[in-house]
């Protein structure tokens, strides 16, 4: 009796912080103009999606600043070439570009930001990208956004 309080108690631990990872996803980003992940996931059933994103370097936003776009695949280099004038400032994004679906601040080396968004604005079967939209990165700093079951 005692033993499978205890193997319960283990499973409920065990199951709380998995459960919550589903609907968010950690991603780091580096001095070396990468990101520690190519691909993410976003499960249907999550209503909000949640993306946490951590600079780990230590170079300044002005030389390595980075932040994570979400954008459908085709929208991407646009949407990156025409929010390099808006600038550190606006996060290089162009005021009121509706093709940018979520995006988080610009940050540098040891800030961390996030960002949240409705998973319903993603469609089934469309083809999805994040990048970082500072100058020159999104050639390296690109990854895909699926939706699944
Ligand atoms: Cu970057």
Do not use: G, K, P, R
């Given at each position: 009796m005692l033993r499978n309080v205890a193997l319960m108690a283990l499973l409920g631990l065990a199951s709380t912080p998995?459960?919550?990872?589903?609907?968010?996803?950690?991603?780091?980003?580096?001095?070396?103009?990468?990101?520690?992940?190519?691909?993410?996931?976003?499960s249907k059933s999550c209503k909000t999606f949640t993306v946490n994103l951590k600079h780990v370097g230590s170079l300044p936003k002005t030389a390595m600043g980075h932040n994570w776009v979400l954008s459908k695949t085709a929208d991407m280099p646009a949407v990156a070439t025409e929010g390099i004038p808006a600038g550190p400032d606006a996060s290089y994004i162009k005021a009121g570009d509706e093709r940018v679906i979520a995006h988080t601040d610009l940050i540098g080396g040891g800030e961390s930001t996030s960002v949240t968004f409705d998973v319903s604005k993603l469609a089934a079967g469309e083809d999805y990208s994040f990048f970082c939209s500072f100058p020159g990165h999104y050639s390296l700093m690109k990854g895909s956004v699926k939706l699944v079951d």
């Open positions: 998995l459960l919550a990872a589903e609907c968010s996803v950690d991603v780091e980003s580096t001095d070396q103009m990468t990101f520690n992940t190519q691909a993410i996931s976003v």
